[in-house]
């Protein structure tokens, strides 16, 4: 049983010395900015080990049946989820590299994590390692927790609902046995998040009561699993390595804020042109019509379909524009040293960390289309150059969320109010 930890926040830097019984069916907050700092699920492992394994069979097979079917004039194609990588990497240039995006969301991603929580669920239960070194499974776990973010199969899941129901206006589409299996996957895959836990799987792979923090240590915080560790000073520098899982750690991220700006930058001049330029031309009988992003929104609302109209709109349109705002507001308060909403910026950090990812609706939805109608004269649907700008946005944006660092605002409001 963990009795007693030494806690840190990601987000604010906090740290926490918790003694006495930890809660084993809920969860800590930090005092300072409300993060969750430690949650144990009450459920039984053997329960995640079932729904792992269910998971990895459910998603073997949805790689390998159709996601959507489609019939025009008598002619069938299907797609996988593959397809639309696969499809975009045809065409070359611009449009090859948001094929090595689609493939590295929806296909080496999900690959990765399912391969990975099936190497951190069964190692529970086993003997503890008597070595300070890292463990390959503890390094695969760091990685798999990073990388989860990056596993888009719930946001490639609702592009096809998309897909369906623009595609239903040019020919005859059906819903394959690949497209129920990843949505049963998806749903099962939040389960999983939900009943595991990250601090339940390091606990497994090492437990973290046995590293003691020696008194009057220099003491830095592990963002891989929210703890404290010692910190050490070499070449002039405090950095360390947390012993079970190998992170490097330091207490500030080195230049955050000038990388953070730069890719901010970077994302807002893609912005522009990713909304004007055609995303996708649909060509019918040797006619073209190209769409932009906005374009595809009013589609959706003109076929009556409101729901899906918001949620593009909302995903593809608003949450980048939030986004860069948002950094934009960061660094800025940062600069001037700014104490004012120092929580109410916490909670926005948070929040964009988790919502930039669905920003890749409309990058799927090209994806899938472009696999999809492929029928020569008569109907045929070609990516845009906007495509390679709107993913391009999503990605700068998501790097320059993940090279912030949120520590930075709470040091800039510290030296405001001495």
């Not at 080496?108 to 069964?122: H, N």
């Not at 940062?334 to 104490?339: F, V």
């Not at 799927?364 to 070609?382: C, H, K, S, W, Y």
Request: with cysteine; proline share 5%.
């Amino acid at each position: 049983m963990i009795d007693e930890l030494h806690l840190a926040c990601r987000d604010c830097g906090a740290m926490y010395h918790v003694c006495g019984s930890l809660p084993r069916d809920g969860g800590l907050r930090c005092q300072r900015c409300g993060a969750v700092l430690w949650r144990m699920p009450a459920s039984r492992i053997a329960v995640s080990r079932a729904l792992v394994a269910a998971a990895a069979i459910l998603l073997s097979a949805a790689n390998i049946f159709p996601v959507l079917d489609i019939t025009v004039f008598g002619v069938h194609r299907s797609a996988l989820i593959a397809s639309g990588a696969l499809t975009l990497f045809s065409y070359g240039g611009a449009i090859a590299a948001v094929g090595a995006l689609v493939a590295l969301f929806a296909v080496l991603a999900p690959a990765f994590d399912i391969i990975a929580l099936l190497m951190a669920v069964f190692r529970v239960g086993t003997s503890a390692r008597r070595t300070c070194q890292p463990s390959a499974p503890a390094r695969i776990w760091r990685a798999a927790v990073w990388l989860r973010q990056w596993s888009m199969l719930d946001v490639f899941l609702l592009a096809a609902i998309v897909a369906y129901s623009r595609l239903a206006q040019l020919a005859e589409i059906k819903i394959g046995i690949g497209g129920c299996l990843l949505a049963v996957y998806v749903i099962l895959r939040a389960i999983i998040s939900q009943l595991t836990g990250r601090e339940r799987v390091w606990a497994a792979i090492d437990h973290p009561a046995k590293y003691r923090l020696p008194v009057g240590a220099s003491r830095v915080p592990c963002l891989a699993r929210d703890l404290v560790v010692v910190a050490s000073t070499e070449g002039g520098e405090n950095h360390s390595h947390d012993p079970p899982c190998g992170a490097r750690v330091m207490p500030r991220r080195p230049g955050s804020f000038a990388t953070t700006a730069a890719f901010s930058l970077a994302g807002l001049l893609l912005y522009v042109p990713a909304n004007l330029l055609p995303v996708l031309s649909i060509t019918r009988f040797g006619f073209s019509t190209p769409y932009t992003i906005i374009g595809g929104v009013r589609d959706l609302a003109a076929a009556g379909l409101w729901p899906l109209a918001a949620i593009v709109f909302v995903a593809s349109i608003a949450v980048p524009a939030l986004k860069l705002a948002s950094l934009a507001w960061f660094l800025a308060a940062i600069r001037l040293r700014s104490a004012r909403l120092l929580r109410q910026r916490m909670v926005l950090y948070r929040f964009l960390k988790h919502i930039g990812r669905w920003s890749n609706i409309d990058v799927f939805v090209v994806a899938i289309a472009a696999a999809l109608v492929q029928f020569g004269f008569i109907t045929r649907v070609e990516p845009g150059t906007g495509i390679a700008g709107f993913a391009g946005v999503v990605l700068l944006t998501m790097i320059a969320t993940e090279t912030f660092d949120p520590h930075l605002m709470r040091d800039a409001a510290a030296v405001h109010s001495r």
